[in-house]
């Protein structure tokens, strides 16, 4: 006698009952309700359902990054680079060498911080 195990057919696992969204929500709004849910789901870069959720988990939501912000958090880890290989350099070679350099690129990251800042 041969036990048979069933195969995996693949694909993603099921979700628990407690995972699953089988709730729906029914909500009126007027016209300018709605169009300021529009709005500031557009600003946080979210779609409504996520927007509304978030807002009732939370109580606030938070905008993702812009474009800009998305390019200094490059720029920052790139300096941030940098700066460890001064360290390793300073390590090397003395202090003394690499200081003028480190200073600059401290300014430069603290200017950056600032304008990141909302």
Known sequence: MT?????NKGGRPAKSLAEKRKY???LKLNTNEYFQL????????KNRCDFLRELILSRDVKQRFSSEQIAILRKIGGMANNLN???KLAHVQGVWFVETTAKMLMSELDELLKRIRL
């Open 38 to 45: 529009k709005s500031k789901a557009k600003i946080a870069c």
């Open 85 to 87: 290989q001064l360290v």
């Open 3 to 7: 036990l048979k195990i069933p195969a």
């Open 24 to 26: 729906r929500l029914s």
